[in-house]
């Protein structure tokens, strides 16, 4: 497995690779990688002949500076885990490199970025957006693999690619789960464990929505509400938002349509904030 920590080598790495004949596959993470990352891996290895996974925290997405100075960094055991899930390159270039001074071009989502997460994160998907196009920019990869996990994110980044013509084709993994429900994050190792094991909520929120709209619920307020009774009831944790959007677009679904949305939830736990989603037909 390579290690390339420039633009410069990490383009030469990949043109060499084109040259080979070889499709390429592209998972960007932030580290502290976890078994949900690996599946993104092994999805990127069933689309692509080499499969290069980026490492990097970066700055530009932080709303809160102690979020990103806290944000686990276990490099060695991240490189450990990409040469074991069979990743051909890392990429992990260092936040100078990225970023040098001068630097003062940034790429503006739409409106698909305005509301939930761009709302309660200000700044946060410029900053993705940005370090995408620069990652994408470096790695020149056929297909990218994001998860579902983060939805708007993955729904912002398709827009991207088809608004600049990157030319890259974007897949989509289903998020992984622990067996309790909650969703694999970097962030859970920093959740105490009384937390940890309230954190489970959203999941149960979520999986009761979507059990109630298999059903046959169509009503947004139904499905919001079954949603909420298991987050009301864990004192430990601090909703954000709890919306059923209309995946297409981000905006609250409409009121009779409510089985065929996504219910998204954004919470507290401590001083971590979690995220997670649920499509409910
Ligand atoms: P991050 O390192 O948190 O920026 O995530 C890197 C990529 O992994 C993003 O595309 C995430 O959506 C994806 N990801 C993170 N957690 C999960 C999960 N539990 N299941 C599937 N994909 C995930």
Redesign the pocket.
């Known amino acids: 497995m390579d290690l390339l920590t420039s633009p410069a080598d990490m383009r030469a790495w990949s043109a060499a690779a084109s040259q080979d004949g070889a499709r390429i596959g592209f998972v ?4 502290a990688l976890h078994d ?2 690996l ?2 891996v092994d999805e990127a290895r069933r689309h692509a002949d080499v499969v290069v996974v980026s490492v990097f925290v970066n700055p530009l997405q932080f709303d809160v500076r102690a979020d990103f100075d806290r944000y686990p960094r276990p490099i060695d055991d991240d490189l450990a885990r990409c040469r074991e899930a069979g990743a051909d390159a890392v990429y992990a270039p260092t936040a100078a490199v990225m970023y040098p001074d001068g630097f003062g071009t940034h790429v503006e989502p739409g409106r698909l970025a305005e509301p939930l997460e761009g709302l309660h994160r200000p700044g946060h998907f410029r900053g993705m957006a940005t370090v995408v196009t620069k990652l994408l920019a470096a790695v020149r990869p056929d297909v990218a693999v ?5 939805a708007q ?2 729904a912002i980044v398709r827009r991207l690619v088809l608004d600049l013509d990157l030319g890259v084709d974007i897949v989509a ?1 289903p ?3 622990e067996a309790d429900g909650l ?4 962030r859970n190792r920093r959740l105490t464990p009384e937390d940890r094991s309230a954190a489970t909520c959203l999941w149960h929120g979520l999986n009761a929505a979507q059990t109630l709209a298999r059903a046959g619920e169509q009503r947004q307020d139904a499905l919001l509400g079954a949603a909420r009774t298991p987050i009301d009831a864990e004192p430990r944790a601090r909703l954000e938002y709890l919306e059923l959007i209309d995946p297409a677009t981000f905006t609250p679904i409409d009121a009779g349509r409510g089985n065929e949305g996504l219910m998204v939830v954004a919470a507290w736990f401590g001083e971590i904030r979690l995220i997670d989603n649920l499509p409910l037909s």
């Not at 960007?28 to 580290?31: A, D, V």
């Not at 969703?183 to 970097?186: D, V």
């Open positions: 960007p993470t932030m580290g949900g990352h599946a993104l994001f998860g579902q996990k983060d994110q993955l993994m998020t992984v789960r969703a694999m994050s970097s």
